[in-house]
């Protein structure tokens, strides 16, 4: 797949956001972002944004979150 047939979303002109989302539901996605390639994105100088970065499928998940998670319930779990 190359540049041009990836879509991802990218901010209007005139919108601050300087990232472009790979994620449609990314929170940071609203009515002032367009669908786009990556290949728009990239020729508008936009970076990936570091929310959609973490989430995107290809990426080597990464648990510690979820353990750090785990570790808190643990101590600080209610007891119910
Ligand atoms: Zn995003």
Partial sequence: MTDSEVQVFIPTLGNKDRAYHTDENCRYVGSRH????LKDAKDRGL???QLCADEFP???PDFS???AAVEAGKEGGSPE
């Fill in 34 to 37: 367009y669908p786009a390639s």
């Fill in 65 to 67: 979150v979820y353990e």
């Fill in 47 to 49: 970076e990936e944004c």
């Fill in 58 to 60: 290809t990426a080597r």
